[in-house]
């Protein structure tokens, strides 16, 4: 197995790295958390890094005809193949390395896709991807919970009773999503026991989110994250609340951060004060009212919804992360 | 025989329903009178983002031949009438399929009519207007641009007022009844025809000279076709930035020297250097890469990159440091960080004032929170 790169965990958020490796030349929405995602993605991981996009949000706003925002090396793979890139680039590198046609060095790879391809239709492809241990790479995921770059259609991460283009409120049905948000997490940690890291994270909290790529990155062979993104298209908000929604999401118990290195989990940030007790939960509805893909929910809604965080907290045997139920003492 | 063909020029997502409501009004309006219409949306534009700018088109005829002949093109080459929903486009316009800057006015016909929502006063908006060989006329509908999102729309009724101003800047294409009619078949209450109607009384127009406003050169460059692209159509990455400046310390991205965010944002942060911290919140939580680091270690928004979202503003920890100032208040798009270096009195004195504004007018980018809209337009019919 290649080396890895020597990419020291950041000490306090002044001493994340300042080069960027993804300046201007997309054209994201305004507050578009995924470009900081993306932004604050290749600051953690350096120069030397490849890096491959399954089609979505990052693609199609990022690099429309002839221009681009990307400093290092960057790829278009097709929506749902991420992972085969990931180890495909990968391969590539180490066997032009190996025939002496490359200089032997660690070079990062990353391949990025959005829920639609990752957590949709490219779930299969991440699971293989994370098989192949002799590889160094880093699937990352970002997670707007819907496909945004087509106009806002149910995906698998959407969140139970959002507005969409699939799933508009009527007059008879209000709530037209039925389905609860996949927890893609800790079903890839638990499926595949030789990946030695997965994590969830969120841009609005840059320290946690930069140290982790760094961790995901020189660890040792596949590796995964995944990463909500606050979408001020699809969510429907203001975009100067980006960043605090990121926030709220975490706040509320509802987006938990945490990673699992080496089969030991750690959570992270609020959530690892909501677990010990030190923080209470925010009302869940303190999120939801805030953006307009929500504004139809009710009372009732409200309350289920809350009911449905309560319950991954206090009856989950990993609270907020793995939904099988405590045994009995 | 004519046809009429009639733009609107909207914020990406914020006005997307804004632009439906107008065009497919005037399209039902014209069938009233016998007439054919469509309204579409610029294929280009689509997937929309928010706050680029986009368009959609509505195209009358007077028979149905006429109307498949002008729906043969794929986008009007020229239209009678513009409709521009924020005033802050009267900068130009950088649409997402389109490289460099376009006059608002590009399409308007001589002849024609540039219809604006402001509250600014004509001549104004005519200094921002890029300069046209032939003369034309701009109408102002007095209003705070109407911004909501892809869900909740707000209804504060600058859709029937832009239809009033319309029936009376361009008779051939409807009359007032028509259209009042159309408001109606879409089951809007009488509220709105009223404010349709006096609209139409108060509607006036302004004509504009050849060569009267902006005479800057529109930022443009040469798109290279596929003949003239490099082998596997690869693009060059941006350049590794450096120290502020060129010189040795701070930082500074390059950044893309084909796309340019002037026209995309409708408002800028104005930094205020000497309350900051230093906490490298704007900086680290900018989506868009905007701010340069100065030698001294404070953030300069570049507003090549800026498109204006908030979040500086909204993660400043300090008062007033980072605020978000209407982008019409702005002529040029220089340094804020060399402006205070110059002249830190002077800086301080524009600052202040531009905020103080800043807090008379409450320009609004979308869904706060539930019932929010129903408060806004409370207090806009207040006043």
């Known amino acids: 197995m290649t080396l890895v790169q020597d990419l020291p965990q950041v000490r306090g958020v002044k001493n994340i790295p300042i080069q960027e490796g993804f300046t201007s030349g997309h054209r994201t929405c305004q507050g578009c958390e995924s470009a900081l995602t993306m932004r604050l993605m290749i600051k953690a991981a350096g120069p030397r890094t490849i890096v491959v996009g399954s089609t979505g949000c990052m693609y199609v706003a990022n690099t429309t005809y002839y221009s681009t925002p990307w400093v290092v090396p960057w790829m278009h793979t097709q929506l749902g193949s991420s992972g085969a890139a990931a180890t495909g680039t990968a391969a590539g590198l180490a066997s032009m390395m190996r025939k002496g046609k490359m200089k032997d060095e660690p070079i990062n790879v990353i ?90 994270a969120c841009a609005s909290y840059g320290l946690d989110f930069t140290n982790k790529i760094r961790r995901a990155l020189t660890i040792g062979g596949p590796t995964f994250i995944h990463v909500i993104d606050p979408c001020p298209k699809g969510w429907d908000y203001d975009p100067k609340y980006s960043h605090e929604l990121g926030m709220l999401a975490v ?79 | 025989m004519s046809t009429v063909a009639v733009e609107v020029v909207y914020r990406g997502i914020f006005q997307k329903t804004l632009a439906r409501n107008i065009v497919r009004s005037i399209v039902f309006a014209a069938r009233k009178e016998g007439k054919y219409g469509t309204a579409f949306g610029r294929y280009g534009d689509s997937p929309e983002r928010n706050g680029i700018p986009a368009k959609q088109f509505a195209i009358v005829a007077d028979d149905a031949e006429e109307l498949e002949e002008n729906l043969a093109v794929y986008e009007a080459q020229e239209v009678d009438v513009t409709i521009n929903v924020d005033d802050t486009m009267c900068k130009g316009i950088e649409s997402w399929a389109w490289y460099g800057l376009q006059p608002i ?37 007095t209003s705070i641009p109407s911004f909501s999102g892809l869900w909740v729309y707000k209804d504060d009724h600058t859709d029937v007022r832009i239809l009033g101003a319309l029936a009376k800047v361009c008779p051939q294409l409807v009359s007032l009844e028509s259209m009042v009619e159309a408001i109606q078949d879409q089951g809007w209450d009488d509220l709105k025809v009223r404010s349709a109607e006096r609209t139409y009384d108060r509607t006036t127009m302004r004509p504009v000279e050849p060569g009267e406003g902006n005479q800057e050169e529109p930022f443009s460059f040469d798109l290279p076709g596929w003949t003239t692209m490099e082998e596997g159509i690869v693009i060059r990455g941006i350049e590794q930035g450096g120290g502020f400046r ?138």
């Not at chain 1, 492809?125 to 496909?147: F, K, P, R, V, W």
């Not at chain 2, 046209?132 to 102002?140: G, L, R």
């Open chain 2, 105 to 141: 006015n590009a399409l308007t016909k001589a002849g024609g009519t540039l219809i604006v929502t402001s509250r600014q006063d004509v001549d104004s908006l005519i200094e921002d207007i890029h300069q046209k060989d032939q003369p034309y006329n701009i109408s102002t509908v």
């Open chain 1, 111 to 200: 391949a990025f896709c959005g829920d639609g391809g990752g957590v949709d239709m490219g779930l299969a492809g991440i699971s293989a991807a994370l098989q192949h241990d002799e590889y160094n790479l880093l699937i990352l995921c970002y997670d707007n919970e819907s496909y945004a770059n087509t106009d806002i259609q149910v995906s698998g991460s959407s969140p139970w009773g959002a507005n969409s283009t699939f799933s508009p409120p009527g007059k008879v049905h209000r709530i037209m999503n039925k389905r609860w948000k996949k927890n893609t997490a800790p079903m890839l940690a638990a499926g595949h026991p030789s990946c030695r890291y997965v994590a969830t």
């Open chain 1, 251 to 329: 706040e509320t118990g509802l987006w938990v951060q945490y990673e699992i290195a080496d089969g030991e989990l750690t959570l992270s940030g609020p959530s690892r004060a909501i677990q010990s007790g030190v923080r209470q939960r925010k009302p869940v509805q303190e999120y939801l009212q805030r953006q307009g893909r929500f504004a139809h929910l009710n009372e009732e809604d409200l309350e289920f919804f809350q009911s449905r965080v309560d319950e991954s907290w206090d009856e989950w045997w990993l609270p907020g992360v793995v939904p099988f139920k405590k045994p009995e003492e």
């Open chain 2, 246 to 383: 060129g010189g040795e310390e701070g930082y500074q991205p390059v950044r893309s020297s084909v796309f340019k965010k002037y026209s995309t944002r409708s408002m800028r942060p104005i930094v205020n250097f000497d309350t900051c911290i230093k906490c490298t919140l704007c900086w680290l939580q900018c989506p868009d890469t905007c701010f340069d680091v100065t030698p001294d270690g404070l953030y300069d928004a570049n507003l090549e990159s800026c498109c204006g979202c908030g979040v500086c503003e909204a993660v400043c920890p300090v008062a007033d440091c980072v605020t978000m100032i209407n982008e019409a208040e702005f002529n040029d798009n220089n340094s804020q960080y060399e402006m205070w270096q110059k002249d830190k009195d002077d800086y301080t004195q524009w600052m202040t004032s531009l905020i103080d504004k800043q807090k008379q007018v409450d320009r609004t980018h979308g869904f706060h929170h539930v019932g929010g809209y129903a408060e806004q337009i409370a207090e806009v019919a207040e006043d």
